[in-house]
Nanobody
Framework: QVHLAESGGGLVQPGGSLRLSCAAS????????MSWYRQAPGKERELVAR?????????NYADSVTGRFTISRDNAKNTVYLQMNSLKPEDTAVYYC???????WGQGTQVTVSS
């Protein structure tokens, strides 16, 4: 059974940083491209970043986070990360990880950027 567990969210001031983690289980993690999505209140879920498999040699980012966020993966730990720097209030959302091609989502982790 596919299981994705996001963690690392919290309340941070504008300009601050957070590192999100997503622990995966129940599938061959290294074989799957992984992505981070986010959903703000009243808005649709949007793609934030994606990373290729197996080594993560290719990454892509939404224009709104390019230069501030970095996605990475550790196949030995079945974990994908999202390093978020220079956070802005508009980054406030619930963040989810997702394995491309698998219809499963975790519970998400709340990120709130506010002074």
């Amino acid at each position: 059974q596919v299981h994705l567990a996001e963690s690392g969210g919290g309340l941070v001031q504008p300009g601050g940083s957070l590192r999100l983690s997503c622990a995966a289980s129940g599938f061959a993690f290294s074989r799957y491209p992984m992505s981070w999505y986010r959903q703000a209140p009243g808005k649709e879920r949007e793609l934030v970043a994606r990373i290729s498999s197996p080594k993560g040699s290719s990454t892509n980012y939404a224009d709104s986070v390019t230069g501030r966020f970095t996605i990475s993966r550790d196949n030995a730990k079945n974990t994908v990360y999202l390093q978020m720097n220079s956070l802005k209030p508009e980054d406030t959302a619930v963040y989810y990880c997702h394995a491309r091609g698998l219809d499963s989502w975790g519970q998400g982790t709340q990120v709130t950027v506010s002074s």
